[in-house]
């Protein structure tokens, strides 16, 4: 398959970009990417940078909770932590397998990601508590509970492992819709990334389809864990993302 030309030089474009992102991770002092304010600005800029490279339009139903939160969204890309990324500062989850990709799966450690490796109690347990240590410092927390992406037509049952975090710290969850919609108003074909596709595969896609993708993040009322196991918060978080998922009702905003 060949590249139309516009593709190719967003492609490389993209490579700039994670190229810079690299030299910028590499001389900033340690953990300043999540802890202090500028660092954060440069974060949310090179989230924003992938979704104007890859020419998906960002758009916004209500907002983000101050931090300390846990900010909790159902998944369907990888570039649903671009999107998030833009908005939320904060730290990522994300499973072991994204440390191996190359320069990106090593930004995403300097900029706060929590690695965990699927099926590993031990490995649940030790993220868990850098979560509410994060909290303790005022930091939020973005986590994907489904532990998969889907096709975006339905929310997976969450993990409830994770969210004995947010309760042991008594901070709240914030949940949040993510879409694709095409002009239909159903989810773009190219958006999932699902199954056995692979990331090269999957960018090769999104970059032939620029000008047609829009991801569009609603954010809800904070749920609070007082009172609730982790597996019922985990079960409320998920109800109200269904509730919501595909209402079209009110029409986000762009972000510019």
Avoid at 133 to 156: K, Y
Wanted: a positive charge.
């Amino acid at each position: 398959m060949k590249l139309p030309g516009g593709a190719l030089v967003r492609l490389l474009a993209l490579i700039a970009h994670a190229l810079w992102g690299t030299v910028v991770a590499t001389i900033a002092p340690a953990n300043a990417l999540i802890e202090t304010d500028a660092g954060r600005r440069i974060v949310r800029f090179w989230h924003r940078g992938v979704l104007s490279l890859l020419g998906i339009r960002l758009k916004t139903l209500g907002r983000p909770v101050d931090a300390p939160a846990l900010i909790v969204a159902n998944h369907i890309s990888w570039v649903d932590i671009a999107a998030l990324g833009a908005l939320c500062p904060g730290h990522f989850v994300a499973k072991s397998e994204i440390e191996g990709w190359p320069v990106l799966g090593w930004l995403a450690r300097q900029a706060g990601t929590f690695y965990i490796k699927r099926g590993d109690r031990k490995a649940s347990a030790a993220v868990a508590t850098r979560m509410t240590e994060a909290f303790i410092r005022d930091q939020s927390v973005l986590l994907f509970p489904e532990g998969t992406s889907t096709d975006g037509r339905q929310v997976h049952p969450f993990h409830a492992r994770l969210f004995a975090a947010t309760i042991e710290a008594g901070c709240p969850v914030q949940p949040v819709v993510l879409r694709y919609p095409d002009r239909s108003g159903a989810i773009h074909a190219a958006a999932p990334f699902i199954g056995d596709d692979t990331l090269l595969h999957h960018l090769w896609g999104l970059l032939r389809a620029r000008g047609e993708f829009t991801v569009e993040l609603r954010f809800l009322a904070p749920e609070l864990p007082t009172g609730l196991t982790p597996r019922a918060l985990a079960t409320r978080t998920r109800d109200v993302i269904v509730a919501h998922h595909g209402n079209a009702h009110e029409t986000p905003a762009e972000v510019l």
